[in-house]
């Protein structure tokens, strides 16, 4: 599977729209982009996913640049219930498939 | 979304005893379920991969005959510590393939420590 690298850590402002950046350069044809984040203590929480359109649901919205090399998860009102680490994560096909988690970005809203 | 429990959300056990930890798809049947490791301040490690019915796939210096993993139905995996020693004191999750073939669903986690 492809890396990702994304900036360690980021604050935004409560009410305010998040857009957390990840890199995948490397990404091949067939890899999927996932986004997932994880509170402290608690498991990961799936986001959203893409190929190569955006896409957007109740939680996010997921741009993907036209040559996927890179993409942005957009919170569009951020809350102080989503701090936490958001994991990029590129992987082939289905969820059969493993995840391989990277660093992540710790974002911290704050009021 | 699908539902992932574990159990226990906790637990402390003394250096040399074994600890299982159960794993459980509430709402769906999941062929394929996942055990990650995660230390304090660090990401989530991935140990192995389990398919129902079948012996699990370990990751890379993942010991088996330590972190026995057991799938034996379509709604339970377990993972038992033996011969627990302080350094596999870690926060263990698990994760279970959803009723979409993309999505994956996350247990709350279990917080293992060994005095």
């Known amino acids: 599977d492809a890396k990702t690298t994304q900036p360690p850590s980021m604050d935004c402002a409560e009410g305010r729209a998040a857009n957390l950046p990840c890199n995948h350069s490397?990404?091949?044809?067939?890899?999927?982009v996932y986004w997932y984040r994880q509170i402290h203590s608690q498991g990961p929480q799936y986001i959203i996913h893409g190929l190569k359109n955006n896409e957007t649901n109740e939680m996010a919205s997921l741009i993907i640049t036209e040559d996927r090399k890179s993409s942005t998860l957009i919170l569009p009102h951020a809350t102080l219930r989503d701090t936490a680490v958001y994991y990029c994560?590129?992987?082939?096909?289905?969820?059969?498939?493993?995840?391989?988690f990277g660093g992540g970005t710790r974002v911290l809203v704050k009021p | 979304g699908a539902v992932v429990s574990q159990h226990p959300s906790r637990v402390i056990c003394k250096s040399g005893t074994s600890v299982k930890i159960e794993c459980r798809s509430l709402d769906f049947q999941a062929t394929t379920m996942f055990w990650y490791r995660q230390f304090p301040k660090q990401s989530l490690m991935l140990m192995a991969t389990s398919n129902e019915g079948s012996k699990a796939t370990y990751e890379q210096g993942v010991e088996k005959d330590k972190f026995l993993i057991n799938h034996a139905s379509l709604t339970l995996s377990t993972l038992t510590v033996t011969s627990a020693h302080p350094e596999d004191s870690s926060f263990y999750i698990c994760s279970a393939r959803g009723v979409s073939a993309y999505e994956q669903y996350f247990g709350p986690g279990t917080r293992l420590t060994v005095t």
């Open positions: 994560i590129v992987r082939v096909g289905a969820a059969g498939n493993k995840l391989t």
């Open positions: 490397t990404i091949s044809g067939n890899e999927y």
